[in-house]
């Protein structure tokens, strides 16, 4: 009965569906999915991953698209005979898979209808269904059992926020989770929440974050100048990043990039907002507050460095984790609104210092790992953003005492990709590939 009301739901809602996404394609620019959303793909898609078994892995966005990338690494170690998909939700998503170049085939994730998800397995052959996160999508789930293909929720957790919503609809998600054949869940909390949701105790197993599994890159001056010299930063700078921003949160950092000036006219900011197609907005802004800048999408092959005082406006997608190993300090967004804040590990694996806000609940764990070891600074609000920033722009060692501390957490921390590798592997009956 659940089963029929949900795709009941779903049919009632296709007339909207269908509008709603075209609409969001050419609102921003983008090509629409839609085929791929309804499990058409193409033959040259196919033939990208033809003649051998596969193992599909599902990141809805660019968080988990990046949390998936040691996992991808590991899988391919692992299972050298075996082709690997990504599917993406979001347009930012896909870049990150696409540009990683970690998949044989990226696509776009099918709407979950029967049909839909039922062509989708049919033509990729999957011998693994992987999930990060906490995706639970119904038929594509049910599909993948029926077709006798194991499903792995890798990364899991279930946040503050998400817990209450999930244990009122229990009835709901119970039968769903019960079909996982395991859930690698990030810690015990979390692995004691999904038990509660409905999944079977037997299949929750502890594995770790895989988020800790990105490798530690200390660059050298060459490199560093090199990388400064690709995106016409000035080579001496103090370099200041303020990452996946949200709206809302451009206008503090400028002030507080303002002041910084006024006290290190030799500073420079990389200014990244987490979704690219709000570049236009923010590029207004830039303007208005008449701060000089160019954006990433519009830089030639060879540019002249910018003056100090300018800012790089970073409007493309899979650039912002290379662009940390040429930072001094980088702030984290998302943190200054209440939208749960953004993974600080990525600026640490480049031993870089972190500043970020007080709203960090989507990465509560990984937020209280960096003040309990002076990898990072929390701010109390908008307001204390540059009270920190002229701290940590004069302090040198400081900054490179905290970027060591950080980048110790990843390394301290490693592991969780060989605990989801051994899962995995015998979900598919213990075969290497």
Request: net charge neutral.
């Amino acid at each position: 009965m659940i089963d029929f009301i949900y795709n009941l739901l779903l049919w009632l809602l296709l007339p909207l569906l269908v509008p709603y996404h075209l609409y969001r394609s050419l609102s921003r620019g983008r090509r629409s999915a839609l085929l791929e959303r309804f499990g058409i793909l193409s033959q040259a898609e196919l033939e990208q991953i033809s003649g051998a078994g596969t193992i599909f892995i599902h990141a809805v966005s660019v968080g988990e698209t990046m949390a998936a990338l040691p996992l991808l690494k590991g899988l391919r170690s692992r299972f050298p005979d075996k082709r690997l998909v990504v599917s993406n939700v979001t347009e930012t998503g896909r870049g990150v898979a696409l540009n990683s170049k970690a998949a044989d085939l990226c696509i776009y994730f099918p709407f979950d209808y029967p049909f839909a998800v039922r062509s989708v397995l049919k033509k990729t052959r999957p011998d693994l269904v992987v999930i990060m996160e906490t995706e639970i999508w119904p038929n594509f789930i049910g599909e993948a059992r029926a077709l006798g293909i194991p499903v792995v929720l890798a990364n899991g957790r279930i946040s503050d926020r998400s817990l209450g919503r999930y244990l009122h609809f229990s009835w709901f998600f119970r039968p769903v989770l019960r079909k996982l054949s395991a859930l690698c869940m990030q810690t015990q909390e979390d692995a004691q929440r999904i038990k509660a949701i409905g999944a079977r105790p037997e299949t929750v197993h502890v594995a770790g974050n895989l988020k800790y599994d990105i490798p530690v890159t200390r660059r050298s001056p060459q490199e560093v100048a090199q990388l400064k010299a690709k995106y016409a930063i000035p080579a001496q700078p103090f370099v200041f990043t303020a990452a996946s921003t949200h709206d809302g949160e451009e206008a503090h950092v400028l002030e507080a990039y303002r002041a910084l000036l006024q006290a290190r006219p030799d500073s420079f900011l990389i200014l990244a907002p987490r979704h690219p197609e709000r570049a236009t907005s923010v590029a207004e802004l830039l303007t208005r507050e008449g701060f000089p800048f160019l954006r990433r999408s519009q830089l030639p092959a060879e540019p002249a460095p910018q003056d100090a005082g300018g800012v790089l406006l970073l409007d493309t997608v899979g650039e912002l984790a290379g662009l940390y190993g040429a930072s001094d300090l980088v702030f984290v967004g998302g943190s200054l609104v209440a939208t749960g804040g953004h993974n600080p590990l990525e600026p640490a694996a480049c031993a870089v210092p972190v500043l970020f806000g007080p709203h960090m609940e989507n990465f509560r764990e990984i937020a209280a790992l960096f003040l309990s070891h002076g990898g990072g600074l929390q701010l109390t609000g908008a307001a204390d953003l540059g009270e920190k920033l002229l701290l940590m722009a004069g302090d040198a060692a400081t900054r490179a005492e905290m970027g060591r501390r950080g980048a110790g957490i990843l390394e301290g921390s490693a592991g969780a990709t060989n605990r989801h590798l051994e899962i995995m592997a015998a979900c598919m009956g213990g075969s290497r590939g």
